[in-house]
């Protein structure tokens, strides 16, 4: 089945207090978009890589493409929008076949081939897959001033990629916009259609933070001595 990644990395990261957005901060000498893309074409050499970037670095985007993936003719760069919501509209407009489709954070970039593989697998079988994993910290819900507690074996730690066969997606993202979508799972429940968690990876982390940068520091590095 022909596969499209859509990485997503349309906003500024203001969290990182960086004039430059995160996805093209450098991690060990490689900007933090190179290792995403890296699993992917890890993962299926035959996939289509969408790039949505924000619109004032879609040269930058370029560079990077050009410069650490010079053979890849399956790479495209889209611009972003104004919410995520919309950077995955404009990256599913690059979408021209049917096809499983990956959704992904373009900072989370220490995913694993394996990961990558294993969504898709779940994919095939449920129509999508949605990674996650549980909360290690105590929750608690706040209101009105008061908290109270939830089990937090209860609490699902939603991950990307997020991925769907492309009729699902496509579908879903011809809704209206609403503020509560916080990622693609939310979109596709939207157009009534259920969809199934899968386990994920507690090292896929997002960078959002500076501390971030240095825990992928870290990581990188013990995997790299394996």
Do not use: W
Not at 124 to 146: C, E, M, T
Not at 189 to 198: P, T, W
């Amino acid at each position: 089945m022909k596969k499209y990644a859509v990485l997503v990395a349309g906003g500024n990261g203001t969290r990182m207090n960086s004039v430059i957005p995160k996805q093209f901060l450098l991690l060990q000498d490689k900007p933090v978009l190179f290792y995403t893309i890296a699993s992917f074409l890890e993962a299926f050499a035959d996939i289509k890589i969408i790039l949505v970037l924000p619109k004032d670095y879609l040269e930058t985007g370029q560079e990077i493409v050009q410069k650490y993936f010079p053979n890849h003719s399956n790479i495209f760069i889209a611009s972003g929008g104004e919410t995520r919501f919309h950077s995955v509209q404009n990256g599913l407009k690059l979408v021209a076949d049917t096809s499983m489709v990956f959704i992904h954070d373009a900072v989370r970039c220490l995913v694993t081939p394996n990961l990558i593989k294993s969504s898709y697998e779940e994919a095939l079988k449920h129509g999508n897959a949605i990674p996650y994993v549980i909360s290690r910290d105590s929750v608690r819900i706040i209101d009105n001033n008061k908290s109270e507690i939830i089990e937090r074996n209860k609490i699902a730690l939603i991950q990307t990629p997020q991925v769907f066969f492309s009729n699902i997606i496509l579908t879903a993202f011809n809704i209206e916009y609403n503020p509560f979508f916080t990622d693609e799972a939310s979109v596709v429940e939207a157009s009534g259609v259920e969809v199934k968690l899968i386990p994920g990876e507690h090292t896929n982390i997002k960078i959002t933070n500076p501390v971030d940068l240095i825990v992928a520091d870290k990581l990188l590095s013990e995997r790299s001595v394996r």
